[in-house]
């Protein structure tokens, strides 16, 4: 029950943040997504830093073999299926005209919502790997820097789900379906997890393939999607401040509580 609860947080984040819509009457300024931008991508950096590739290295040096090869390899392979998955599905950011992945007749706030289920979905595996690690035991992962992954992954979520839900009522939708959608585009997290721990038996053998390659796919998101709209336009230093500040303070989390 303890790990049930634990993989809801990073949903939690996203819920919290969809439900401003029936707070927030305008779209936010566009240094507060600015910032917003740049602390997701220092939380999600230092995440991928303290919380995978650290634990893949000890882990895979343990297990006798060579240190840096499965982390080397399993990020690569993260890097390579979020530009799959990017060049494939149909979705739009919200500061683009132009659509992504392959041609498609959907609206444009479907698209939209897939954008940030993308996003979501190397941060369901993170979220799921962390904790099989943990449950595994002698993987250098512990409980506590699980909790602290998840509770790291649910801050950033929380601009998510409000940079989501606010674009869809500007777009003419109602705050309640706003907020619903905002909402479900974060379901792949959890479920993605569970998934994840069902199979942990069968990971322990390639985890430190799996936890680099989650590193991979997030580090992905922050390079592709997440620095460039912090640093797009005039006043680029609030993303940076926003980087730095996400960066320590999940970085504090991880080495605090791991």
Known sequence: MQIFY?????????????????????????????????????????????????PAINLSENQGKIA?????IGFLLGIAFLLLLDRVIPHLHIDKGKPEGIKSKLKKTTMLIFAVTLHNIPEGMVAGVTFAGALIGNTGIE????????????IQNFPEGVIISLPLKSEGMSKGKAFLYGTLSGIVEPIGAIITICLTNLVVP??????SFAAGAMIYVVVEELIPESQMGEHSDIGTVGVAIGFVIMMILDIALG
């Open 206 to 211: 390639i985890l430190p393939y799996l936890l």
């Open 143 to 154: 409980m506590g820097g699980a909790f602290a992954l998840a509770l790291g992954i649910a």
């Open 6 to 54: 634990g993989l809801l947080i990073p949903f939690l984040g996203t819920t919290l943040g969809a439900g401003m819509v029936f707070f927030l009457k305008n779209d936010l300024n566009i240094s507060v997504k600015k910032f917003l931008s740049g602390f997701a991508s220092g939380v999600m950096m230092a995440a991928s830093i303290w919380s995978l590739l650290i």
């Open 68 to 72: 840096w090869l499965a982390p080397a």
